[in-house]
């Protein structure tokens, strides 16, 4: 079974609403990041969370992680339109270990 | 722009040609990756350079045949593929110096591969 697994896998919202997608996994980590990906495009990095840290905020992102329960949290406030996009969660295990990606969350942001 | 630019966009071929995927990054990187994306199925790693090094080979087979000439040029040549393997392929690079995951990964756009 994969490492980061996200919830919900699909998530439809009111443009202005807040979304909220989760992602958790199963064994430590020295990282956690999340992904965007637009419909035909590559992935682009959002933020970067390390295991010590608790919250990282970037703009309207917030990511929270909490250790002992596996799991983090990615939050959109006010979200738009442009927000509509597949988000992922990839973890990396130890300083020596590839990234491992889930299999993403569908959010559309509805006008 | 992310810095990172893959051709072709798209791809159909035969089961029997021979096709190389391109990708460079102008981002001054050391490592370099090849990812495949199917649908449903988490983003799978099939190989690793660093600083021109090989250092990762997900037991991917031996009909993708990956090469890196420098830091900023990464290939994939396609040999009698199978119709599993159409899929969007992911080029992505990062300042680790190892390929490891402690650093945020750009990626380019990938080229969509159809296999008839």
């Known amino acids: 079974s994969q490492q980061g697994e996200e919830d919900p896998q699909a998530l439809s919202i009111q443009e202005g609403e807040n979304a909220t997608m989760n992602c958790s996994y199963k064994t430590s980590i020295n990282n956690l990041q999340w992904y965007r990906q637009n419909s035909g495009r590559g992935l682009v990095h959002l933020i970067l969370?390390?295991?010590?840290?608790r919250e990282k905020h970037s703009g309207r992102l917030r990511v929270t992680l909490d250790t002992s329960k596996k799991s983090s949290s990615l939050l959109i406030t006010a979200s738009r339109a442009a927000d509509t996009a597949s988000y992922f969660c990839a973890t990396g295990t130890g300083a020596n270990s590839k990234l491992t990606f889930g299999k993403g969350i569908t959010l559309s942001v509805r006008p | 722009e992310t810095g990172v630019t893959q051709t072709p966009r798209h791809l159909v071929m035969g089961m029997t040609n021979k096709k190389s995927l391109k990708c460079e990054q102008h981002?001054?990187?050391?490592?370099m990756y090849w990812y495949k994306q199917s649908a449903k199925k988490p983003l799978e790693l099939m190989f690793v350079?660093?600083?021109?090094?090989?250092?990762e080979n997900n037991s991917v087979p031996s009909r993708f045949s990956p090469e890196c000439p420098n830091s900023s040029h990464l290939f994939l040549h396609l040999h009698t593929l199978q119709p599993e393997d159409s899929a969007l392929y992911l080029c992505?690079?990062?300042?680790?110096?190892?390929?490891?995951?402690?650093?945020?990964?750009?990626f380019g756009d990938g080229t969509r591969l159809s296999i008839l």
């Open positions: 350079y660093s600083l021109e090094e090989r250092v």
């Open positions: 969370i390390r295991s010590n840290e």
């Open positions: 981002l001054g990187h050391n490592a």
């Open positions: 992505a690079s990062s300042q680790d110096s190892f390929g490891n995951s402690n650093q945020p990964q750009h």
